[in-house]
Every structure is written in structure tokens, then in C-alpha cells.
């Protein structure tokens, strides 16, 4: 199991950085995604992170913002969020492949976390 943490309430042009613990298990071998859902609208792709973390992949509008990383001996994954927007406002969720080769598809992914609120205020 994943379990997301680290959202919170920020204003407009500051940072937060996310989290995803295994609980069970570990995420070795297992390339990691990032993705969010504002309210409204689909899911969507943030970032992704191969195994063991040499490769990394971001959806065009938080390219230069957000930063994916992963300590594989923590177990956990992170997405470093900067110079945040109102627009930035939805739930984030962190998944893992039985792949280690990133993916930015959602159906690549089997395991989900429950996913952390962040909320950008203007």
C-alpha cells in the first residue's frame, strides 16, 4: 500500500513537498507516477520516475515547477512543488508500476495511494 502526505494549504508562489511511503512492501523495481485531480475534472498526469530513479518525466505545465525524486533506502517517493498556482489546487496521488520504466498512462499503474489535498490560494 502507498500512502500520500504533505498537502496542505499554501498561497500562491510557495512550496510544498509531497510524499509516498510504501507501507507494505517495498518500491524497489517499481517505477513511481505522481498525478492529481482538480475538482471538476479527470485525473491527470504530473510526474513520473523510473527504478531506480535515473529517469524522470513531467507533464508540460509543471516542467521547471515540480521536482520527482525517490529515496529507494526510505522507501519513498517525492514530488517537490514550486512557485505553486491556484490552479495547482486538486488531489495528488502516487502510484507505482510492476515496471521500472516510467509512464506517464495511468493504466500503466496497479498500486494507488489515497491521495493528499493541496490547496493554492491566490
Known amino acids: 500500500q502507498l500512502q500520500a502526505s504533505g498537502g496542505g494549504l499554501v498561497q500562491g508562489g510557495g512550496s510544498l513537498r509531497l510524499s509516498c511511503a510504501a507501507s507494505e512492501g517495498t518500491i524497489s523495481n517499481s517505477a513511481m507516477g505522481w498525478f492529481r485531480q482538480a475538482p471538476g475534472k479527470e485525473r491527470e498526469f504530473v510526474a513520473t520516475i523510473s527504478w531506480p530513479g535515473v529517469n524522470t518525466y513531467y507533464a508540460d505545465l509543471m516542467k521547471g515547477r515540480f521536482t520527482v525524486s525517490r529515496d529507494n533506502v526510505k522507501n519513498t517517493a517525492y514530488l517537490q512543488m514550486n512557485n505553486l498556482e491556484p490552479e495547482d489546487t486538486a488531489v495528488y496521488y502516487c502510484?507505482?508500476?510492476?515496471?521500472?520504466?516510467?509512464?506517464?498512462?495511468?493504466?500503466?499503474?496497479?498500486?494507488w495511494g489515497q491521495g493528499t489535498q493541496v490547496t493554492v490560494s491566490s
Open positions: 502510484a507505482a508500476r510492476r515496471s521500472s520504466l516510467r509512464s506517464s498512462r495511468q493504466s500503466d499503474y496497479v498500486y
